[in-house]
Nanobody, 124 residues
Framework: QVQLVESGGGLVQAGGSLRLSCTAS????????MGWFRQAPGKGREFVAT????????YHADSVKGRFTISRDNAKNTVYLQMNNLKPEDTAVYYC?????????????????WGQGTQVTVSS
């Protein structure tokens, strides 16, 4: 069982930056693929970024490529999402998730554990 707790959300002006953190319980964090997803008001949850077990392979959604960066620190059981040049359309609840798959994956169905989410609001 893995418990995930996100932090770092908040209100920021367009063009600003935030760094989200997600800390996992348990001693097997490094064995999990980690991902970030988001859900905007009135929309379905969508993929944002994912990383394999050691951060060596990462993938980002086209909508955030060049602005967001996923990374992880296995010694701290934490995965991060650095978000730069934020836009109003980035406003959403952001969720981290853990997958027992071997390879990084963009599919929500491949993730076994989810955090409670953290709100990010970008004002114009």
């Amino acid at each position: 069982q893995v418990q995930l707790v996100e932090s770092g959300g908040g209100l920021v002006q367009a063009g600003g930056s935030l760094r989200l953190s997600c800390t996992a319980s348990g001693r097997t964090f490094s064995s999990y693929v980690m991902g970030w997803f988001r859900q905007a008001p009135g929309k379905g949850r969508e993929f944002v970024a994912t990383t394999n077990w050691n951060g060596g392979r990462t993938y980002h959604a086209d909508s955030v490529k060049g602005r967001f960066t996923i990374s992880r620190d296995n010694a701290k059981n934490t995965v991060y999402l650095q978000m730069n040049n934020l836009k109003p359309e980035d406003t959403a609840v952001y969720y981290c998730a853990a997958s027992g798959r071997i390879r990084a994956t963009m599919s929500q169905d491949d993730y076994d554990y989810w955090g409670q989410g953290t709100q990010v609001t970008v004002s114009s």
